[in-house]
């Protein structure tokens, strides 16, 4: 899960006024080819390339089948193009290339000037990967073209990646199953680009979403929130904002996430900067229900008799069966007063494990899951409008 932020292009307004955002959902996924249903997709790929936003791989269970039933995951390789009319009107386009080189979902993607960069991600065979490529929109030849990029350091899924420029950063995530605290560059203004590392984040942990915005001076990376497996079985959950500041290649900790004066954990969320000094937080997984459900599969794993165990498994079905869906709370940061507030909720339910775009200034959230197991097909898109 990342941000793609362009800076510019964004009123002073939103900087003032930033307390309503129009909620719709304008389009869904379509199905993929050969296909007549769309399921929708978990882990994609997304960003905008030369006015189109476009959304490749991810994942889901197809089969009909919860993962606690026995249902089996199953990743994608299509590619889809959407396109905004003179007219308002949405429409799919058919491009040539349609197919990713792999079936692959959970890795980060961030929107440059050249199009889409795309890193990681888990396939059908590995939990984690160190491709990297980029995909960009040719409107003359209505086709994405992708191209490769120099593979990561280290196989890593559920990373979050964010831009400045032509530097590109890739932040945490899980490799070999266990978080990461490692970050990486990538300099695509130098002659032979390569991955670099920089100052590890303060807390290995996936699940995050970067962001770039201003810190009153420069563009920073913010780092927000995530969660962090650990041996127990029960994760770590996080509230954390971190800053790295390009200048210097440290990592300073800011105002935790906070609800009032309550503390808030968040993972798998999507986030967008809007104006000159803020970041938009938006859903994500608060995590009460997700320790509750990792609390029952270490208690599972120990239990002594068949009979304990298939009274705890029964606890933990009721449980998922009547999952409430994931957090529909929008935050706002101010990176230079250093405060966190919540501006409001979605009209439906949040949608975690994607990646939200701002096209146009406008945001987007293509697909995602929206309960455990329960993926969408809907791009939903908030307005950021001023009083």
Same mark, same amino acid.
């Given at each position: 899960?990342?941000?793609?932020?362009?800076?510019?292009? #964004?009123?002073?307004?939103?900087?003032?006024?930033?307390?309503?955002?129009?909620?719709?959902?304008?389009?869904?996924?379509?199905?993929?080819?050969?296909?007549?249903?769309?399921?929708?997709?978990?882990?994609?790929?997304?960003?905008?390339?030369?006015?189109?936003?476009?959304?490749?791989?991810?994942?889901?269970?197809?089969?009909?089948?919860?993962?606690?039933?026995?249902? +089996?995951? %199953?990743?994608?390789?299509?590619?889809?193009?959407?396109?905004?009319?003179?007219?308002?009107?949405?429409?799919? =386009?058919?491009?040539? /290339?349609?197919? %990713?080189?792999?079936?692959?979902?959970?890795?980060?993607?961030?929107?440059?000037?050249?199009?889409?960069?795309?890193?990681?991600?888990?396939?059908?065979?590995?939990?984690?990967? /160190?491709?990297?490529?980029?995909?960009?929109?040719?409107?003359? +030849?209505?086709?994405?073209?992708?191209?490769?990029?120099?593979?990561?350091?280290?196989?890593?899924?559920?990373?979050?990646?964010?831009?400045?420029?032509?530097?590109?950063?890739?932040?945490?995530?899980?490799?070999?199953?266990?978080?990461?605290?490692?970050?990486?560059?990538?300099?695509?203004?130098?002659?032979?680009?390569?991955?670099?590392?920089?100052?590890?984040?303060?807390?290995?942990?996936?699940?995050?979403?970067?962001?770039?915005? !201003?810190?009153? +001076?420069?563009?920073?990376?913010?780092?927000?929130?995530?969660?962090?497996?650990?041996?127990?079985?029960?994760?770590?959950?996080?509230?954390?904002?971190?800053?790295?500041?390009?200048?210097?290649?440290?990592?300073?900790?800011? !105002?935790?996430?906070?609800?009032?004066?309550?503390?808030?954990?968040?993972?798998?969320?999507?986030?967008?900067?809007?104006?000159?000094?803020?970041?938009?937080?938006?859903?994500?997984?608060?995590?009460?229900?997700? #320790?509750?459900?990792?609390?029952?599969?270490?208690?599972?794993?120990?239990?002594?008799?068949?009979?304990?165990?298939?009274?705890?498994?029964?606890?933990?079905? /009721?449980?998922?069966?009547?999952?409430?869906?994931? !957090?529909?709370?929008?935050?706002?940061?101010?990176?230079?007063?250093?405060?966190?507030?919540?501006?409001? #909720? =979605?009209?439906?339910?949040?949608?975690? /494990?994607?990646?939200?775009? %701002?096209?146009?200034?406008?945001?987007?959230?293509?697909?995602?899951?929206?309960?455990?197991?329960?993926?969408?097909?809907?791009?939903?898109?908030?307005?950021?409008?001023?009083?």
């Amino acid at each position: 899960m990342t941000g793609s932020i362009a800076l510019a292009g #964004h009123t002073m307004a939103q900087d003032k006024d930033l307390e309503k955002i129009s909620w719709s959902v304008p389009t869904q996924i379509p199905p993929a080819p050969g296909t007549d249903k769309q399921l929708g997709l978990a882990g994609v790929f997304t960003g905008t390339s030369n006015g189109v936003l476009i959304i490749a791989g991810g994942s889901n269970f197809a089969d009909g089948a919860m993962p606690w039933q026995g249902g +089996k995951k %199953l990743h994608y390789d299509d590619v889809y193009v959407l396109e905004k009319g003179a007219n308002g009107k949405f429409n799919w =386009l058919r491009a040539k /290339t349609n197919h %990713l080189p792999r079936k692959i979902a959970y890795g980060a993607s961030t929107t440059i000037p050249e199009g889409v960069v795309c890193a990681g991600g888990e396939t059908e065979t590995s939990s984690g990967s /160190t491709a990297v490529f980029l995909m960009n929109w040719d409107a003359e +030849k209505k086709d994405v073209v992708i191209a490769d990029f120099p593979s990561l350091p280290l196989p890593l899924a559920n990373a979050c990646m964010t831009s400045v420029g032509k530097m590109i950063y890739l932040i945490g995530g899980e490799s070999e199953g266990k978080p990461s605290a490692k970050c990486f560059t990538l300099n695509l203004a130098d002659q032979k680009p390569r991955w670099k590392s920089i100052t590890d984040l303060p807390v290995a942990m996936s699940h995050s979403v970067a962001v770039t915005q !201003s810190n009153g +001076k420069h563009p920073c990376i913010y780092v927000i929130g995530g969660r962090s497996s650990t041996a127990s079985g029960i994760s770590d959950l996080h509230g954390y904002t971190f800053c790295y500041d390009p200048t210097d290649n440290q990592w300073t900790g800011l !105002s935790n996430i906070i609800e009032g004066k309550r503390p808030i954990n968040i993972s798998a969320a999507t986030a967008v900067a809007a104006g000159t000094r803020h970041i938009v937080l938006i859903g994500g997984d608060k995590g009460t229900i997700f #320790h509750k459900i990792e609390t029952y599969n270490a208690l599972i794993a120990r239990a002594k008799t068949e009979e304990e165990k298939q009274s705890l498994q029964q606890q933990k079905l /009721t449980l998922l069966n009547n999952h409430p869906g994931f !957090s529909r709370d929008v935050y706002r940061f101010n990176t230079l007063s250093n405060l966190w507030e919540k501006i409001g #909720h =979605l009209p439906f339910y949040g949608q975690v /494990t994607t990646t939200a775009v %701002l096209w146009n200034d406008e945001i987007f959230i293509p697909g995602g899951e929206i309960k455990p197991g329960t993926r969408t097909s809907a791009i939903s898109m908030g307005k950021l409008n001023s009083r």
